[in-house]
């Protein structure tokens, strides 16, 4: 195989990332005339197996190990590092989860393997993807384009494929097995981060007005909240509103709070972070007021207001109403 997308188990189903990484899988694939396999491994390998396989990659693998049966950084990088040398792929596909981002360093110096780590995109070169990342603050694009033979290890971030476009089929199963070295496992599992979660369910809204740093301060919320009742819309924020205790956590779109997709995101003073753009870029319609019209998120935007949000805010409300 020459690319092979590493699952990550979330309890029991395969984690929306690695189905995101599948799906990126197949387009550069289809694109680069490159053949899929997929690793499922950990206690739930035979599970998640079960799900891949009705995937159109060319095969599937499941790897179970008693030594796996829980997440330790240690014993994750030493069995996906046997199976990339046993397996010999080209590229090796992750969901930029923070599992990946704890183990896949690993992988990569064990093998002495590049790791091209939070890619979003990629180009085919006669045959040959070429991967991007952003780079100060979304300001610049980087191209990556690995000028040596071997095993390279790629993570996607979140939304850079849409899992809606995965291609049904029916791969083959192989069970593999390896010999891992408890002795050299020196970490102990504590129980998996929880993602920011709370009463506002943010992933199933249809209109979402989301706030950034540039609403000024806690008392121009109601003005926001005013608009939001009147679209009938739910309210997001970016992380430096939580974080100055404007909004509660729940609130926070972004790669470490929500991901959503609603069929309108009205962005109000948010500057386009890529750990903000990672939770929002799978919306419908992208609206972005923002008074620097260098902002990164106007990129995203379908439509762009340049101006004063505290300006446009009330005015905007009174003509809905
Ligand atoms: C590990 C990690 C995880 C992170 N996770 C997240 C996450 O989940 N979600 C997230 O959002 N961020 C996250 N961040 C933070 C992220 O890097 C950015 O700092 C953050 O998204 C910036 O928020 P902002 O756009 O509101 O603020 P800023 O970047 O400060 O932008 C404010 C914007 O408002 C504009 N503005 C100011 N005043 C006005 C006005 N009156 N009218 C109109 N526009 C105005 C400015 O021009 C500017 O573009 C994370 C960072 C790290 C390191």
């Keep these: 195989m020459d690319i092979l997308v590493v699952l990550e188990d979330k309890n029991g189903r395969i984690h929306r990332m690695s189905l995101e990484a599948i799906a990126g899988a197949q387009q550069i694939g289809s694109e680069c005339g490159l053949s899929i396999g997929i690793l499922a491994f950990g206690k739930n390998a035979s599970a998640l197996g079960e799900q891949a396989k009705q995937y159109d990659v060319e095969e599937v693998l499941t790897l179970e190990n008693e030594h796996l049966n829980d997440y330790t950084a240690d014993g994750y990088a030493d069995a996906v590092a046997n199976v990339i040398t046993s397996e010999n792929p080209t590229y090796i596909f992750f969901g930029h989860t923070y599992q990946i981002r704890d183990y896949a360093p690993r992988v990569s110096a064990k093998l002495k393997r590049p790791f091209l780590n939070d890619v979003v995109s990629y180009k085919n070169e006669s045959g040959k993807p070429v991967f991007s990342k952003q780079a100060f603050n979304a300001k610049l694009i980087a191209e990556l384009n690995p000028n040596s033979d071997g095993h390279i290890l790629i993570s ?7 899992s809606d476009n995965i291609q049904s089929g029916s791969a083959s199963l192989r069970s593999i097995s390896i010999e891992i070295d408890a002795s050299a496992i020196k970490t102990v599992p504590e129980d998996p981060f929880q993602e ?25 919320i109601p003005l926001v909240q005013e ?18 205790g404007w909004l509660p956590a729940h609130h926070q779109v972004g790669s470490s ?38 902002a990164p998120l106007f990129e995203l935007a379908d439509y762009g207001v340049v101006g004063d949000v505290l300006e446009i805010i009330p005015k905007l409300t009174k003509a809905l109403q």
């Design 257 to 294: 709070g929500q991901t959503v997709a609603p069929k309108l995101y009205l962005a109000l003073g948010i500057s386009g972070a890529i750990q903000h753009v990672v939770g929002m870029k799978g919306s419908k319609n992208i609206i972005v007021i923002n008074k620097d019209p260098d």
């Design 196 to 220: 920011a979660a709370g009463g506002v369910d943010l992933s199933s809204a249809e209109l979402i007005v989301s706030i950034g740093r540039g609403i000024g301060k806690e008392e121009n």
């Design 227 to 244: 608009l939001a009742n009147v679209m009938g819309a739910e309210i997001a924020s970016s992380r430096p509103v939580v974080d100055s």
């Design 156 to 162: 996607f971030q979140s939304a850079s494929f849409s």
